[in-house]
């Protein structure tokens, strides 16, 4: 098994929370940390189903997913990309 292999999250099938809804969860994760840096194209569909073992439908409904909650924006025939952020979007105390 590969470092990769083994720091990489694994979905649960036998979960009730959907795998689109775990998927969305890990690479939303992925954006937190840095990983997926802003304005940078998240993985396609196709590797993010290869990559997590699930239907290329599964990996659309999270990418979806992602759209709805702001995170990725998607450009027509070029791929998913990163949103770019602000650097602090929290409202200071006192604002």
């Not at 959907?18 to 304005?39: F, N, R, T, W």
């Not at 759209?67 to 770019?84: A, H, N, P, Y």
């Amino acid at each position: 098994m590969s470092d990769t292999e083994a720091s990489k999250p694994s979905l649960d099938p036998m979960s009730a929370r959907p795998l689109y809804m775990q998927l969305a969860d890990v690479i939303a994760g992925k954006i937190a940390s840095g990983e997926l840096a802003p304005d940078r194209p998240i993985p396609s569909e196709n590797h993010l189903a290869d990559e997590y073992g699930v239907a290329r439908l599964t990996a659309r409904r999270a990418a979806q997913e992602l759209r709805e909650r702001g995170l990725i924006i998607t450009v027509r025939g070029k791929g998913s990309f990163v949103v770019e952020r602000p650097a602090d979007d929290t409202p200071k105390a006192g604002e």
